[in-house]
């Protein structure tokens, strides 16, 4: 699946994803209120509603752009018209021609991540039927159970031709909690990124893998550290925009050429209309407000090479 996201990043000259992190703050009134006159003060309205959203910011940025991130939290806060609503955002992108990074962040014990995996990137058999219940592109995990709760995930990938991006420096303020704790010379992020290297050994095409790692934009010096820990790792990092990340900073985390990583932007994009640089654009332009915080947002990375 890798080789796919790096064409599609090439072509588009985009190391961009776009996060469908939608919450109903985002959603402008007349959308909302569209779905409440139909539904009702619902979860089905809400469900709705996000679904409107996303589809319109899809169809306004789905040329530019190789990938879209949704993070099923912000779905899952609707219960199960929440999930449905995932759902139908993960397959409308895949019409609209994008690749889909489920951002899940699963892992378990054994067992229990074999399910997740099934049910994220994998097929559940029912009868003498397989069917591929979310049917993601790539899937991100968290790696702190170890091995065992990582396997499965990379067996999915090698039996269905998906990817993953594993959790190795997070972007938030805390992650230096346990991330940066030292266990003999080596921080904890540091042993993560180099077993990133080893669980993706045998899936590398055209250079990368499909195991790939998180890294947040906000710490760029770990990011130069782990882009020579895991070279054949593409670095998903989040962080850019709301988080504070700037393009200057993002330089470590990319190799010579322009590749090895892809930056995600979720508020930044889709509640580009609630900025006052994209203020002109009003909550009716709110897709349009988004193609353009995209532009910005590619022209920006771009400067840096
Ligand atoms: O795995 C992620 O995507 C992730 C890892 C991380 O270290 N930091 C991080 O912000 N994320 C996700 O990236 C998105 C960032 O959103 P914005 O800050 O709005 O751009 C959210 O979906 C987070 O859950």
Same mark, same amino acid.
């Given at each position: 699946?890798?080789?796919?996201?790096? $064409?599609?990043i =090439?072509? #588009? %000259?985009?190391?961009? @994803?776009?996060g #469908?992190?939608?919450?109903?703050?985002?959603?402008?009134?007349?959308?909302?209120?569209?779905?409440?006159?139909? =539904? *009702?003060?619902?979860?089905?309205?809400?469900? !709705?509603?996000i679904?409107?959203?996303?589809?319109?910011?899809?169809?306004?940025?789905?040329? /530019?752009?190789?990938?879209?991130?949704?993070q099923?939290?912000?779905? %899952?806060?609707?219960?199960?018209? *929440?999930?449905?609503?995932?759902?139908?955002?993960?397959?409308?992108?895949?019409?609209? *021609? /994008?690749?889909v990074?489920?951002?899940?962040?699963?892992?378990?014990?054994?067992?229990?991540?074999?399910?997740?995996?099934?049910?994220?990137?994998?097929?559940?058999k029912?009868?003498?039927?397989?069917?591929?219940?979310?049917? $993601? !592109?790539?899937l991100?995990?968290?790696?702190?159970?170890?091995?065992?709760?990582?396997?499965?995930?990379? %067996?999915?990938?090698?039996k269905?031709?998906? &990817?993953?991006?594993?959790?190795?420096?997070?972007?938030?303020?805390?992650?230096?909690?346990?991330?940066?704790?030292? @266990? &003999?010379?080596?921080?904890?992020?540091? /042993?993560?990124?180099?077993? @990133?290297?080893?669980?993706?050994?045998?899936?590398?095409?055209?250079?990368?893998?499909?195991?790939?790692?998180?890294? *947040?934009?906000?710490?760029?010096?770990?990011?130069?550290?782990?882009?020579?820990?895991?070279?054949?790792?593409?670095? #998903?990092?989040?962080?850019?925009?709301?988080?504070?990340?700037?393009?200057?900073?993002? =330089?470590?985390?990319f190799? =010579?050429?322009?590749? &090895?990583?892809?930056?995600?932007?979720?508020?930044?994009?889709?509640?580009?209309?609630?900025?006052?640089?994209?203020?002109?654009? &009003?909550?009716?332009?709110?897709? %349009?407000?988004?193609?353009a915080?995209?532009?910005?947002?590619?022209?920006?990375?771009?400067?840096?090479?």
């Open positions: 699946m890798i080789e796919k996201l790096v $064409e599609r =090439k072509k #588009l %000259e985009a190391p961009i @994803v776009v #469908l992190d939608p919450t109903l703050n985002f959603v402008p009134g007349f959308l909302l209120d569209k779905a409440i006159n139909e =539904k *009702g003060e619902t979860l089905e309205a809400a469900a !709705d509603a679904f409107e959203f996303n589809k319109k910011i899809v169809d306004a940025v789905y040329d /530019l752009i190789p990938a879209v991130k949704p099923i939290a912000m779905y %899952e806060q609707f219960g199960i018209p *929440g999930l449905m609503a995932f759902k139908k955002t993960l397959d409308y992108c895949h019409e609209k *021609g /994008l690749l990074i489920g951002d899940a962040k699963r892992g378990d014990i054994g067992s229990t991540s074999t399910a997740y995996a099934i049910g994220h990137i994998g097929k559940v029912v009868g003498s039927t397989e069917i591929a219940p979310f049917d $993601e !592109d790539f991100t995990i968290n790696p702190y159970l170890g091995s065992d709760s990582v396997v499965p995930f990379v %067996e999915e990938c090698k269905y031709d998906k &990817g993953l991006f594993i959790l190795v420096k997070t972007s938030n303020p805390s992650s230096g909690e346990f991330q940066d704790q030292k @266990v &003999g010379k080596k921080a904890v992020y540091e /042993l993560v990124g180099k077993k @990133v290297d080893e669980w993706g050994a045998e899936l590398i095409k055209n250079g990368y893998s499909d195991v790939g790692a998180v890294v *947040g934009a906000t710490y760029p010096e770990m990011g130069e550290v782990l882009r020579e820990i895991m070279p054949k790792a593409y670095i #998903l990092v989040p962080g850019y925009g709301a988080q504070g990340g700037t393009a200057a900073e993002l =330089k470590p985390f190799n =010579k050429d322009g590749l &090895g990583a892809i930056v995600n932007s979720s508020r930044g994009i889709i509640a580009a209309y609630k900025q006052e640089k994209y203020a002109e654009y &009003g909550a009716e332009g709110f897709a %349009e407000a988004a193609r915080a995209v532009i910005d947002m590619k022209n920006d990375i771009a400067s840096i090479f």
